[in-house]
C-alpha cells in the first residue's frame, strides 16, 4: 500500500494588489490582520506569528520554492491553490500562480481549487457593523466567459506538474451549486477532449452537515455525482460542531442578528471525534482535515476558535483520515488539509514561533509509516 494523497490548500493572497491597496489601505495582506492579533480570552494563544519563514511575499520566487521544499520533505504531494475568477474574465491573486506556472518553478505538484464566491467587506477583516458592502460579486455570464475561463488555465492543466486523477486534471469547485453548473462542466469536458486531456476530474467541495439543510451527506453526493461531479471534498468542521454542542453555534447565530458579539470555543479533540462521516471512506469522496483555527485575527470576538489545537492532536485527526481512504484505489486515496498558510483563519500548516515545524513533522511521522 503506498502513501495517501496529501494535498494542502494553498492561499495567494500575501502580496499587495491595487484592488486591496484601495479597500483597506495601501500595501495591505493579511499579515496586517494576523500582526494585529490579541488573545480575547485568559491562556488564548495569539498573536499566531510564522517562525522561519517570516512575513514573506509571495511574489519572491525564493519563498515559493521555501514552501516546496518543506511540503516536499513531509510528504505533502502538492498546492492546491485557491483560484479566484469572477467572470468577464475578472481575476485577482493571480500573479503568484501564474508566475509558478510560467518560470517552471517549483518544482513541486500543483491544482486549483476556483473560490467562485463574491468578497465583501467582510473577506479580510472584521465587520464593524452597518450594511454588508460587495467588494467584487461572482458572477456566471455564460459559455463564452466558461471558455475563456478554461483557455486561461490550460496551460496549468497541460503543464507536468498539474495533479492529476485517473489521468486527468482535478479541479475543485468551492460552491458545486451555482445554476449553470452542468454547463459549465460539459464545455469544459468538451474543450479538454479537444486539446488534448483525457478530461477533467470535478470535485465539489461540501459541507458534511450545513446547517439548515435537510438532504443527507449521502443523498447530496449523489445528487452532486448526477450533476457531473465527479467526486466530493468533504469538510466536516460544521458537523462536529453541531455534534459537540449544537447550543453553541444556534446561539451564536441568535445573538449575531441581534448584533451582539459571540465567541464560541471547542476544544480541537472534540471536533476530532466528530470531523468525519462514513461516506469519506466511499471510493469517490475526499475528506478534509483541520489542524488548527482561529479566526480572531479577522474578526475579533465574533467567531469560532479550535482551543488546544496542538500537531499531537492534528496527528491523532490525520490518522483517522488516513484509515479512511486506505482501502481505496491508489488515485482516490486523497486527503486534503485545510490550510497550508491561511494564517488569518489561524488555519495553518508552515512552521510558527510556537510549534516550529511541529504539523509538518506530524504529517510526516504519519506518511513515513504508511510508505
Not at 480541537?268 to 462514513?278: E, L
Amino acid at each position: 500500500m503506498g502513501n495517501p494523497r496529501v494535498i494542502a490548500v494553498y492561499l495567494p493572497q500575501f502580496h499587495a494588489i491595487p484592488e486591496n491597496d484601495a479597500w483597506w489601505g495601501k500595501g495591505f495582506t493579511e499579515w496586517v490582520n494576523v500582526k494585529k492579533a490579541r488573545p480575547v480570552y485568559r491562556g488564548h494563544y495569539q498573536p499566531k506569528l510564522p517562525s522561519e519563514l517570516g512575513f514573506y511575499d509571495l511574489t519572491e520566487p525564493q519563498v515559493r520554492e521555501q514552501q516546496a521544499q518543506l511540503a516536499s520533505e513531509v510528504g505533502i504531494e502538492g498546492f492546491c491553490y485557491w483560484h479566484y475568477w469572477f467572470g468577464n474574465g475578472r481575476r485577482l491573486l493571480e500573479r503568484p500562480f501564474s508566475e509558478v506556472v510560467d518560470s517552471g518553478k517549483p518544482d513541486f505538484p500543483f491544482c486549483l481549487a476556483w473560490a467562485n464566491h463574491s468578497w465583501s467587506n467582510k473577506t479580510w477583516t472584521a465587520h464593524n457593523g452597518g450594511k454588508s458592502t460587495m467588494l467584487m460579486e461572482q458572477l456566471y455570464p455564460g459559455k463564452e466567459d466558461f471558455q475563456n475561463h478554461f483557455f486561461a488555465v490550460l496551460p496549468a492543466f497541460k503543464d507536468e506538474r498539474y495533479i492529476l486523477v485517473d489521468g486527468k486534471p482535478i479541479f475543485f469547485i468551492f460552491d458545486p451549486y451555482f445554476e449553470q453548473v452542468q454547463d459549465f462542466m460539459k464545455l469544459w469536458q468538451k474543450l479538454a477532449i479537444e486539446n488534448g486531456l483525457k478530461g477533467i476530474h470535478f470535485v465539489a467541495m461540501v459541507l458534511s452537515r450545513p446547517i439548515r439543510v435537510k438532504k443527507s451527506l449521502s443523498e447530496r453526493i449523489s445528487n452532486l455525482h448526477s450533476l457531473g461531479f465527479d467526486a466530493v471534498n468533504t469538510i466536516g468542521t460544521t458537523k462536529a460542531e453541531l455534534s459537540h454542542n449544537p447550543l453553541k453555534i444556534y446561539g451564536q447565530l441568535f445573538l449575531n442578528k441581534l448584533g451582539i458579539k459571540t465567541l464560541v470555543r471547542y476544544r480541537q479533540r472534540d471536533i476530532n471525534r466528530n470531523i468525519f462521516s462514513k461516506e469519506d471512506s466511499m471510493e469517490n469522496v475526499y475528506p478534509t482535515t483541520i489542524p488548527n483555527w482561529d479566526r480572531t485575527p479577522r474578526c475579533g470576538k465574533s467567531c469560532v476558535i479550535y482551543t488546544d489545537s496542538t500537531p499531537e492532536a492534528y496527528e491523532e485527526q490525520l490518522k483517522k483520515a488516513i484509515s479512511l481512504v486506505s482501502n481505496k484505489a491508489p488515485e482516490h486515496q486523497l486527503i486534503l488539509v485545510r490550510s497550508w498558510n491561511e494564517w488569518g483563519e489561524g488555519n495553518y500548516l508552515e512552521p510558527d514561533i510556537k510549534y516550529g515545524r511541529g504539523y509538518l513533522d506530524a504529517i510526516k511521522r504519519l506518511l513515513r509509516k504508511e510508505g
